[in-house]
Structures are given as C-alpha cells and as structure tokens.
C-alpha cells in the first residue's frame, strides 16, 4: 500500500500524531491496570492479622497488575523504539499499529479476569481464565512482530536505515513472550502452579537476546561507519 502523500512537514506532523496517539493509549492502559486493586477493608476493631489476611487476598490481584505492568511498560518500549526509525506513514501502517494497541487496552480487562481467578486454590485450576490472558499476550506478541516486520520492510519505504541485527532481532524477541505463555498454559494442564512458574523465564530469555544484539552491533559495522569508509 502506497504512503499517504503529504507536504515533508505536514507528514511529519501526522507521525508525530500516531506516535502521540500511540504513547496515550499505553499510558492509560497501564493506568488501568491499578483500578483493579481494592483496598481491603477490616470492621474499625480489627487486628492486624485481620488486616494482613484481607490483603493477602489481594496478592493475585497485585501480582497480575505487576506482572501486566511490565509487559505493557516492555511493548511500549518496543515501539518507542520501532517508531524511532519512522520517517513516513501509509494506511496500512495506521492499522496495524491500530490493531496492535487495541491488544494493549484489552490487556487490563484480561488481567483482571486472570488475577480474579487465581485467588484460591479451588480458582488455580480454572485453565480458562488463564487461557485467555494468555490468548491476549500472544496476539499482543504476533501484532507486535506484524509491526516491526511492516516498519523494518524497505518496500515499504515507511523507515529509514534499520540496522539488520536489530530487525532480526526485534522479531525473534516479539514472538519470546508469547512462546513462554504458552509453554507455561501447556504445563498449566497438568500443575497449575509450576505452570505459572514457567513465566519467570521471561526476563532471562529476554536479557539474552539483548546481549545477543549487543554482541551483533558490536562485531557489524553501522551504517554511518560503512559509509565513512566509502
């Protein structure tokens, strides 16, 4: 699909707006996500272990907001990025990054229909709600490998110079996320607990491909490098 024509400055102004449009949404998700926590709420003569037992029924509600709160804050950086080697647009780029956030506004929804159904043990084994969480990560993950591959495609023309390892990279890195979901939904059928034990991996998985793309960076030449040597 051919770029929407516009005068240079105009064009700029319109990737200005998706950007800013795009950074809105991710903030008010996020935002969002912290509605869900409740304060809890003990008669005017209680102990603290009262206390401490009604916000112990919070600690599901509280670890999927951290938990959304990350992930949200990680998609937000992969696009901050991404949208940094933005110089046009077209249509198509505007729904697909529209698609794209549409997953991340979801997000607090499904996040609270997890965290509501992991509160006691009778709840953990509900594969349901967790399958749709899940379901959610993974077409967050595979609209966000559509976009880098959109913006990252010379045909395109909607980016100006993006490293290789970087394109390459940023896609492999799309798709870890929703891989690890869905091993950790796949164990979740048969333990529940070791299932969700299964996302801690994420950090790890992600600290190594960003060692792997500094390790790249390092041994290929950037583009302004190759040009000087010209």
Not at 35 to 55: G, S, Y
Not at 60 to 65: D, M, R, W
Not at 91 to 100: A, D, G, T, Y
Request: net charge positive; glycine share 4%; proline share 6%.
């Amino acid at each position: 699909m051919e770029t929407v024509p516009h005068h240079p400055h105009k064009q700029d102004f319109q990737v200005e707006r998706l950007i800013f449009f795009s950074d809105a949404v991710f903030a008010i998700a996020i935002t969002i996500l912290v509605i869900d926590l409740k304060v809890p709420i003990v008669p005017e003569n209680a102990t603290d272990q009262q206390f401490l037992n009604e916000f112990e029924k919070q600690i599901p509600q509280i670890l999927g907001f951290v938990m959304s709160f990350f992930l949200i804050g990680i998609y937000w950086t992969a696009h901050h990025n991404m949208f940094g080697y933005v110089i046009n647009y077209s249509k198509r780029l505007l729904w697909i990054n529209l698609i794209f956030l549409f997953t991340i506004v979801i997000m607090p929804f499904t996040t609270a229909i997890y965290s509501e159904y992991s509160v006691t043990e009778g709840h953990l084994k509900l594969i349901s709600p967790y399958a749709i969480y899940v379901f959610n990560i993974c077409i967050t993950g595979i609209m966000n490998f559509i976009l880098l591959a959109y913006i990252t495609n010379p045909k395109n023309k909607i980016s100006e110079y993006v490293p290789a390892n970087y394109a390459k990279f940023g896609k492999i890195r799309s798709l870890i996320t929703p891989a690890i979901f869905l091993i950790s939904l796949m164990v979740c059928f048969f333990d529940p607990g070791p299932g969700r034990m299964v996302l801690f991996l994420i950090p790890f998985a992600m600290a190594y491909i960003s060692r792997k793309i500094r390790k790249e960076s390092i041994a290929v030449p950037n583009h302004s490098t190759k040009k000087m040597k010209k």
